[in-house]
């Protein structure tokens, strides 16, 4: 396996971002007068409708409330997000910044396929790695980018589009169900690790799940059908020191 390119989820994969955006849901309720108040219960199973927009308008039909203007809610709620990440509030998920220093180091392609609104890309890396590690990515793709949100494959799509690799030259890292199946739908070997609140989500057909990217031998079985391959001296060598 020449891995030639890696490709990054954000929200749960780079990073345990999701406590961050359900604070700056909230927050942008309360500023907007609204009796909502997404619990971390609740936010679990909201986070099944991906992208921000979309799980604000799948709530107010939920609660009856359609009315509601979600497009403006979640332009607030983006800025509350980034007010929130300054350096020292969120940290990249162990092993990541190694990972990328060593893809980076060996020549390969490094890539973004995300949900998420492009500033809160912006905002992650340069409170994380500083304000010029997004030019190491080659490809960085986002919510914006795409009429179908995850599972639905458009982003990693686009992604590869912008590689010109072949999809099983890559590796996609992710850390949910429905990342998994838009990794899946474009042929694209999936690591994943799981996030705080995926961590029941059902995994089957990924290629490696690991606990982090630091940890290769905490091999987590989510589903009894989940044989662990073993991991290909190649992909060894590159995630985990050999
Ligand atoms: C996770 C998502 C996003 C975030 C919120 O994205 O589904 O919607 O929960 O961010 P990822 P927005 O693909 O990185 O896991 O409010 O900007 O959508
Ligand atoms: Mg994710």
Redesign the pocket.
């Given at each position: 396996m020449a891995v030639r390119a890696l490709i990054f989820?954000?929200?749960?994969?780079l990073a345990e971002t999701?406590e961050l955006?359900r604070i700056a849901f909230n927050r942008t309720f309360s500023e907007a007068g609204l009796p909502w108040v997404w619990d971390r219960d609740l936010y679990k199973q909201l986070?099944s409708v991906?992208?921000?927009?979309e799980?604000i308008e799948h709530y107010a039909r939920q609660v009856g409330a359609g009315d509601v203007d979600a497009a403006a809610l979640?332009r607030r709620?983006?800025e509350f997000?980034n007010e929130l990440m300054v350096p020292g509030t969120v940290e990249l998920r162990p092993g990541v910044e190694d990972l990328l220093n060593r893809a980076r180091a060996a020549g390969l392609d490094l890539a973004i396929g995300?949900?998420?609104?492009r500033p809160?890309v912006v905002g992650l890396m340069a409170a994380t790695l500083g304000e010029d590690a997004l030019s190491w990515f080659r490809s960085v793709r986002t919510?914006e980018d795409t009429k179908r949100?995850?599972p639905d494959p458009e982003v990693y799509k686009l992604v590869l589009a912008d590689l010109g690799h072949r999809p099983e030259d890559c590796l996609i890292f992710e850390?949910?169900e429905n990342?998994l199946r838009a990794a899946r739908a474009v042929n694209v070997p999936t690591i994943i690790t799981p996030s705080i609140y995926t961590g029941d989500n059902n995994f089957a057909g990924a290629d490696y799940i690991f606990k982090n990217l630091d940890e290769p031998f905490s091999i987590l079985k989510f589903t009894p059908e989940f044989i662990f391959g073993d991991v290909p001296t190649g992909v060894r060598d590159l995630l985990f020191h050999g």
């Amino acid at each position: 396996m020449a891995v030639r390119a890696l490709i990054f989820d954000v929200d749960g994969t780079l990073a345990e971002t999701e406590e961050l955006h359900r604070i700056a849901f909230n927050r942008t309720f309360s500023e907007a007068g609204l009796p909502w108040v997404w619990d971390r219960d609740l936010y679990k199973q909201l986070l099944s409708v991906t992208g921000g927009r979309e799980r604000i308008e799948h709530y107010a039909r939920q609660v009856g409330a359609g009315d509601v203007d979600a497009a403006a809610l979640h332009r607030r709620k983006t800025e509350f997000y980034n007010e929130l990440m300054v350096p020292g509030t969120v940290e990249l998920r162990p092993g990541v910044e190694d990972l990328l220093n060593r893809a980076r180091a060996a020549g390969l392609d490094l890539a973004i396929g995300t949900t998420t609104s492009r500033p809160n890309v912006v905002g992650l890396m340069a409170a994380t790695l500083g304000e010029d590690a997004l030019s190491w990515f080659r490809s960085v793709r986002t919510g914006e980018d795409t009429k179908r949100k995850k599972p639905d494959p458009e982003v990693y799509k686009l992604v590869l589009a912008d590689l010109g690799h072949r999809p099983e030259d890559c590796l996609i890292f992710e850390d949910s169900e429905n990342g998994l199946r838009a990794a899946r739908a474009v042929n694209v070997p999936t690591i994943i690790t799981p996030s705080i609140y995926t961590g029941d989500n059902n995994f089957a057909g990924a290629d490696y799940i690991f606990k982090n990217l630091d940890e290769p031998f905490s091999i987590l079985k989510f589903t009894p059908e989940f044989i662990f391959g073993d991991v290909p001296t190649g992909v060894r060598d590159l995630l985990f020191h050999g």
